[in-house]
Every structure is written in C-alpha cells, then in structure tokens.
C-alpha cells in the first residue's frame, strides 16, 4: 500500500476526458508491448538466476554484450531466456526473440532466411517491414539495422556455430548498447571471438524441485502425508530438470493410492543416469491407445502448421470419437499446450521423444513408418513409389520459393563433407540433395509435382497436408481411408468429379486457386481457411440408426 501511494497518476479535468482516456490507453498498451513472450505459468527459481543474469548485462553500460546460456535439455534455458527478455525489453525499442531456432533450420525448406526475415521484420520501423527476393539482401538490410539501433536479440536453441553465424553475424554489425542472448545445449557452439560470457544454466535444488512437482501433482506448494517421502524420491530421481518434474507431477496428478506412485517410482528408478527420454515416456505409456496415437499425429504431423485448439480438434475428428476429451489429457499431462492466442506447443524434448517412437516402429526403412514429416523423405517416398499400408500420416509443407540451381553444388558439398566432416557440412551436404529432389519435380511457378500413383498402396493414410504441391493423375487414387485434407495453396480450379473420399471430414484449400468443387461454384474467397465438413460422411455414419 505505500509503494502504491507513491504512485503518480494523471490529472482529471473534464474539458479534457477523451485526452486523458487516450493518454491512459497508450501508456496501457506501451507497458503490454514492453513483455512481449509468454512465460510459463508457474516458475521456480527463477528470481534469483535473473537477477544474475541481468547484473551480467547491465543494460546501463554501453559496449556490446553477448551471453551464451548453456545447459541440458528440459532444465529450463528457454523459459529463462524468455524472462530474461520480458525485464529488458523496456530498455530497447528494437528488440526481437527467434524460437526454437534448431527446428527451423532442420523443418524449414528455408529455414535461414525465415529467420532472418523474421529478425528484419521484428528489429524494423516500419509498420510493414521490407521484403526482399533473395537471402543476400535480408542480411543486408539485417546489418543496416543492427549497426544503426541499439538492440535485444535472443536466439533460442542453437545447436551449430553455422547457424549462429547466419543470423547473428559479427561483432562487428552491432552498435554500441546491444544485447545478444544465445541459449545452447553445447557451449562449443559459442565462439570466444564473438560470445564474451557463458551462464551455466543448472538445475533445481531440492526445495525447488519439490516445489514445482508438488504443483503439479497437488496443486499445492508442498507434498503431504503418505505422499511426502515418495515425491522426495522421485524428485531425486528426475534429477532437477523441470520438465522432467512438471511432466511427472501432471502424471500423477488426481491419483491419491500410494500403489500406483510406487508403480510409477518403480518405472523411474529403472532409467539410469539422467535420461529425460526416458522419464517423458512413462507419462506417454501411461496413456489409453487412442491417446497415444493422438499424441503421435500432433508429435509428428501438426506442431510446424500453425494449428490452434479448434484445428487440431477438426483434423483428428475423422479418426477418432472422444478427440476433446483426449486432447484434454494431453494438456492435463503436460505433453502439449496451447500458448498465444490457443496456439498449439510441445516442448522440443517432448516431440523428440513422440518422433523417436516411429522411427523405432521401423529402424531401416522410413517409409515402414506411420508418420511421414521430413520433405525430404516425402519427396524420396514419390520418387521411388515406395508407398506402404503401414502410412497413416503425410507432411508437406513447402513454401512458394525457387532454390538456385548450381549443378556443382552437390559435388562441392560432398568434397567438404569429406574433408571437415562436422554438423554444418553434413547440413549442407543434405541440403543439396535436398534441393535436387525439389528441382527434380519443381515447375517454373515452384510447385513440386507429385504422381498420384504412390497413394495407391497407402491404404491406411488418413492424415494428409500438402503445401504448394501439384498432383499428377487421377486423385481418386487418393486412399478411401482419408479423413484430413490440407491442401494449401492447391492450383487447381476446380476437383475433379470422381474425387470423393467417402470417409473425408476436413478439407482445407487455404490459400488456393479453387473456384468450382465437384461442378459446384465456389462461394468463398480462395484466400480464406476453407474448413467443410462433408456431410455425405455424416449422413453414412447415422445411416445406420435408419
């Protein structure tokens, strides 16, 4: 009450209502831009460690400041980094944060220039910030900015010091009073030519830990009865990392019989070392089937679509009864989240482990596989018609975006590969094959064309998303089975009439040429999420009840 008696507020004079009101708003709407990234919502420990953090930058001095914040994966560097920003946002008026910067380079057909467009768009003064055809122009006008503001930069989840280099460049493109925050699993990946500290980001101590698990599985700050010893055990046992608590306390969260927290002690135990694949797997085993393969389809299929709530509600519907209350569970246990504006989230070590599932249903051959995500598989998958029943689910997600062609480039990079073999060079390597398979099927507008053919042995497929894809023959060859279709950026005018998936619920055509469906004028604006629900489908599943 005395520091809010302390307080200044605005002088009222009814001649001047509407003036003060608009004062009011604006300083309203300064203060909610100044934290401008969702923090989770229950944190532990963190205080402390962004006090330090901030004593480490002192926004104060002039000079520039790039802090490396290291650690494993899941102890809590990102939300850490996040906080960190919130407190000094205030202090630069250019300031921009680049999430998960690991899955964009690897995801992302252009995974370099959408973050450095995304750094040009973020760090810009203008309200429609300039676009560019090429990449060398990005980092020109990257460099522009950055020497003439003073500016925050935070680069989430670096795992290469190439990557690093194309988004943050030298010390030499900054001006004086810049921030940089770079969080890494791997302090190699920090130069000491360009990085000048490095925060060890540890874990939790015991009350901490005890603290956060305890609010996820009660609820409350601390553990009682029969239940206190037991949560101190498998607080030992998670080793201090956050997720690995959070995840396990929402486990167990609602179940008051001290069997089943020892069942589960018992399962942690049987991880040795501090395996958190292993610890977020038991929350995965612990769910009903259709639960599980819910979870897998949002782990493999949905997390880089830009998907809220409602959208993954609609794309599961199909194949599933009771999705809600499934989808629910996923969020009760902390497997996924809905984040900024019902945004779909699944923290990387969490959507590592769904992915690792599938690809240990079939070791030696990708398309043995239920889930298909990476184009480059994809792209293999239609070339070599190699299409299986075992495929429930198919990603494509290509931007509109001619690679340039060198014929050499292949041969090049292998030549490097060979003689620094490391992490960029392989990234390069595989980038360039990637490239060829994308020219190989590429026409002069960037679509990729696809043969239709391949659908025919994928019996099973019932999750499909294409983006800027042309199909090649009949599309009745698309399976029976289907129960989604996103289709983006689709170029034709109309569907053919003998395509009807019977089974079909979503058919989505954001963003495409369509006019005409199935001999029907189309009332929409192609540019429009065009989510129709088909009602033949409806009409056979309740034809039963007469």
């Not at 944190?43 to 400041?65: A, I, K, S, T």
């Not at 001999?519 to 540019?527: L, P, S, Y």
Request: charged share 25%; glycine share 6%.
């Amino acid at each position: 009450m005395e520091r809010v008696g302390g307080i200044s507020g605005w002088v009222y004079n009814n001649s001047e209502e509407s003036d003060l009101i608009q004062n009011i708003v604006k300083r309203i709407l300064a203060e909610l831009t100044n934290s401008p990234v969702v923090v989770a919502s229950y944190v532990v420990g963190l205080d402390f460690r962004l006090e330090e953090l901030v004593e480490l930058l002192d926004v104060r001095q002039n000079g520039l400041q790039v802090l490396g914040l290291r650690g494993l994966g899941g102890i809590g560097k990102t939300t850490l980094a996040k906080a960190l920003y919130n407190k000094l946002a205030r202090h630069f008026q250019c300031r921009s944060f680049l999430s998960s910067v690991r899955e964009n380079f690897k995801s992302r057909q252009n995974g370099p220039e959408f973050l450095q467009k995304k750094i040009v768009g973020d760090l810009s003064s203008h309200k429609v910030p300039p676009t560019f055809s090429d990449a060398k122009s990005y980092v020109l006008e990257m460099k522009r900015i950055l020497k003439q503001n003073r500016v925050l930069l935070v680069l989430d989840d670096i795992d290469d010091a190439g990557q690093l280099k194309e988004l943050a460049g030298s010390r030499e493109w900054y001006s004086e009073g810049s921030r940089i925050v770079i969080t890494t699993r791997d302090a190699a990946v920090l130069p000491t030519d360009f990085v000048d500290k490095i925060y060890e980001v540890k874990s939790l101590g015991k009350s901490e830990s005890l603290k956060l698990f305890s609010h996820h599985a009660f609820r409350r700050e601390n553990p009682t009865g029969a239940f206190l010893n037991l949560s101190k055990e498998i607080v030992s046992c998670t080793g201090g990392l956050p997720l690995a608590l959070e995840v396990f306390g929402s486990l167990l969260y609602g179940k008051r019989i001290v069997e089943e927290w020892q069942d589960a002690l018992e399962k942690l135990k049987q991880i040795r070392g501090p395996e958190l694949q292993g610890a977020l797997k038991i929350s995965y085993d612990a769910l009903d089937v259709q639960e599980r393969s819910i979870f897998l389809d949002i782990a493999c299929l949905f997390l880089n679509l830009e998907m809220n709530r409602e959208d993954v509600i609609d794309a599961l519907r199909g194949s599933y009864f009771g999705v809600e209350t499934a989808v629910t569970t996923l969020v009760s246990r902390s497997l996924i989240k809905f984040i900024d504006s019902e945004q779909l989230w699944m923290h990387d070590q969490i959507r590592d482990m769904g992915r690792q599932i599938i690809v240990e249903e079939n070791l030696s051959d990708v398309y043995g596989r239920s889930r298909i995500w990476n184009p480059a598989d994809v792209l293999g998958l239609f070339q070599d018609g190699k299409g299986t029943r075992d495929i429930q689910g198919i990603v494509l997600d290509l931007e509109k975006k001619n690679f340039p062609r060198d014929k050499k480039a292949r041969a090049i990079a292998w030549q490097q590969l060979c003689q620094t073999p490391n992490f960029t060079s392989a990234i390069t390597y595989f980038r360039e094959i990637y490239k060829e398979h994308h020219h190989r099927y590429a026409t002069k507008d960037g679509e990729v064309i696809l043969n239709s053919t391949s659908f025919e042995s994928m019996v099973n497929l019932r999750l499909l998303q294409f983006s800027n894809v042309k199909l090649e023959g009949r599309l009745k060859r698309l399976p029976a089975q289907l129960k989604w279709l996103q289709w983006r950026k689709c170029s034709l005018r109309s569907l053919p009439s003998d395509f009807f998936p019977r089974e079909l619920a979503v058919l989505d055509l954001s963003e495409s040429k369509i006019e005409r469906i199935w001999g029907w004028k189309w009332c929409w604006h192609a540019q429009q999420v065009i989510l129709m629900y088909i009602i033949v489908w409806l009409v056979s599943r309740f034809s039963y009840f007469g």
